[in-house]
């Protein structure tokens, strides 16, 4: 017959394993993000380097930031003139495809300075 306390520790551990996501990373396709960023790229650059400062640069940002600014922006916790409309319409493939490909990009974290 199992302890008491190993019983309880054995419960505690299964509550906080089932409170855990089920999975750890995206689902995006880096490729099908491409080719779905064409709209994205007159404001944010073909990879993800913005055209002007007033954008802001999307290439080599973190994959989890851009799916939740995306989300945000498509469900209205977040607003912009320009990016309200845009993330309308974005189904949740299409954020994490987007996401993706941005996320494989060259940004300006990832930029050596000789």
Same mark, same amino acid.
């Given at each position: 017959?199992?302890? @008491? #306390?190993?019983?309880?520790?054995?419960?505690?551990?299964? !509550?906080?394993? #089932?409170?855990?996501?089920?999975?750890? #990373?995206?689902?995006?396709?880096?490729?099908?993000?491409?080719?779905? #960023?064409?709209?994205?790229?007159?404001? @944010?650059?073909? $990879?993800?380097?913005?055209?002007?400062?007033?954008?802001?640069?999307?290439?080599?940002?973190?994959? /989890?930031?851009?799916?939740? /600014?995306?989300?945000?922006?498509? $469900?209205?916790?977040?607003?912009?003139?320009?990016? /309200?409309?845009?993330?309308?319409?974005?189904? $949740?493939?299409?954020?994490?495809? !987007?996401?993706?490909?941005?996320? /494989?990009?060259?940004?300006?974290?990832?930029?050596?300075? $000789?």
């Amino acid at each position: 017959m199992m302890k @008491h #306390s190993t019983l309880l520790r054995f419960a505690a551990f299964a !509550l906080l394993a #089932s409170a855990l996501p089920l999975t750890a #990373s995206a689902k995006g396709n880096p490729a099908a993000g491409k080719a779905k #960023s064409v709209t994205c790229q007159a404001c @944010h650059g073909v $990879d993800g380097k913005a055209i002007t400062p007033e954008y802001p640069n999307l290439g080599g940002q973190y994959e /989890s930031y851009l799916i939740k /600014s995306l989300r945000d922006y498509r $469900d209205g916790r977040r607003t912009n003139p320009l990016m /309200s409309p845009m993330a309308a319409n974005l189904t $949740d493939q299409d954020i994490e495809d !987007l996401a993706a490909w941005y996320a /494989s990009q060259e940004g300006l974290r990832d930029l050596k300075i $000789d």
